[in-house]
Structure formats: C-alpha cells, structure tokens
C-alpha cells in the first residue's frame, strides 16, 4: 500500500509539512508514501490546457501519482477561511478528465493546521467537500491541529490526545484502502 500526500502549504518550514510527517508516522509499517512536491509549478487549472497536446507535464505527473497511489492525504492550512489555493488547483487538475479521473473512488483523508484555535477547520471541511465532488472515497473524520507553530516538538505533535486522533485518522484511511482492496 502507498499513500500520496499533498500539503498545501508551500514555505519551508510549514508546520503542515510538520503535521504530514507526523501523520505519515503513524500509518503501519510497510505503507510507503510520496509526498508530491511540485505543486508550486501547477499551473492554474485551464481547460484549454486539458487536452493531450497541451497538458503540462507537471498536471500529468500529478495525475499519474495519484493513479498509482492507493490513497490521498490532504494537509491543508487555513487561507482566508478555506483552502490555499494549490491545494483546490491540484484537486481541480485531479478531478478531470470527468468521468475517468484518477481521484475518482480513491480513499482520501484530510489533516489540517493553522495558527488559530480552530485548526483550520473551515480549510479542512472544504478539503473533504471537494474531495467528495471529484469523487474521492473521502473519511468525513479530519484532524485539525490549533495553534500549530507551538504544537511540535521533534516532529511529534505535543498533545497526546491529538496525536493518538492523528494516528486513529490514518488507520482508518489504511483500513479503508484494505476494504476497498478486499472488496475488489
Ligand atoms: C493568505 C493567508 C490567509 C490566512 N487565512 C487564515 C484563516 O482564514 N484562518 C486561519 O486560521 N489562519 C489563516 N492564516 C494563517 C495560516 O493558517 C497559518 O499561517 C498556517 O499555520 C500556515 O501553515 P504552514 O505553517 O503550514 O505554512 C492565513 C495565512 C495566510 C498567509
């Protein structure tokens, strides 16, 4: 099994990033993953672009992870009330072509931390939101860290309670892919 992960914050040194290893941590032994890191060179999603003789090759490479991963995790901080805008555009370029997208049936779970109380939470229940209309296999279960530039420490999250809820939220997305899996 292997997890590709998004993290929509673009800076060194985002504790998102920080929340993402911590949550890849946790995923039982032997899952791999790949955290996509060219999101910056995403261009703006374009319909003009869609097409074989346009697509960026960076939107291809994109599409062709999330194919050959068995799940996604979004890690997503706040802006403005929802989500940064690259995590909506990769979403955006993952979701087409429609009807045979490579997001489409993938399980899914979102993570998000933000330097408010909240934990991101409107960024995380948009991230679910768009996950689930570009046909993701999303949990509806997310984990928000809240003050999050005091909540690590050695690349642990501090609170013991939110990280046992990171660990339980990342075994469920492994599990779910295990159904899905068995199912088939
Ligand atoms: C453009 C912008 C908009 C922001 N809007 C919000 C917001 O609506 N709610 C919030 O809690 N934090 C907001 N923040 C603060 C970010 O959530 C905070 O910087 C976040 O922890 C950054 O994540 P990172 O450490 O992974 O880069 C905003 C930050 C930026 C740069």
């Given at each position: 099994?292997?997890?590709?992960?998004?993290?929509?914050?673009?800076?060194?040194?985002?504790?998102?990033?920080?929340?993402?290893?911590?949550?890849?941590?946790?995923?039982?032994?032997?899952?791999?993953?790949?955290?996509?890191?060219?999101?910056?060179?995403?261009?703006?999603y374009s319909e003009?672009l869609d097409h074989d003789?346009?697509l960026?090759?960076?939107a291809r490479?994109l599409r062709d992870?999330v194919a050959d991963?068995?799940?996604l995790?979004?890690?997503?901080?706040?802006?403005?009330?929802?989500?940064?805008?690259?995590?909506?555009?990769a979403v955006d370029w993952v979701s087409r072509p429609r009807g045979a997208s490579s997001v489409a049936g993938k399980p899914a779970?979102?993570?998000?931390?933000?330097?408010?109380?909240?934990?991101?939470?409107?960024?995380?229940?948009?991230?679910?939101?768009v996950l689930k209309v570009a046909g993701a296999d999303v949990?509806?279960?997310?984990?928000?860290?809240?003050?999050?530039?005091?909540?690590?420490?050695?690349?642990?999250?501090?609170?013991?309670?939110?990280?046992?809820?990171?660990?339980?939220?990342?075994?469920?997305?492994?599990?779910?892919?295990?159904?899905a899996?068995?199912?088939a």
């Open positions: 099994m292997n997890v590709l992960v998004l993290v929509g914050s673009l800076r060194a040194g985002s504790t998102n990033r920080q929340l993402a290893d911590a949550a890849v941590a946790h995923l039982p032994s032997g899952v791999g993953t790949t955290v996509f890191e060219r999101l910056a060179d995403l261009p703006h003009e003789d346009a960026p090759e960076v490479d992870a991963h068995d799940a995790l979004l890690v997503t901080p706040e802006y403005n009330g929802s989500l940064p805008s690259a995590l909506k555009n779970a979102v993570l998000g931390a933000s330097g408010s109380p909240r934990g991101a939470q409107w960024a995380r229940e948009d991230g679910v939101k949990l509806d279960d997310t984990v928000g860290v809240g003050s999050a530039f005091q909540a690590f420490a050695e690349g642990r999250l501090t609170d013991a309670e939110l990280d046992g809820a990171l660990r339980d939220l990342v075994r469920s997305l492994a599990a779910k892919v295990e159904r899996r068995d199912a």
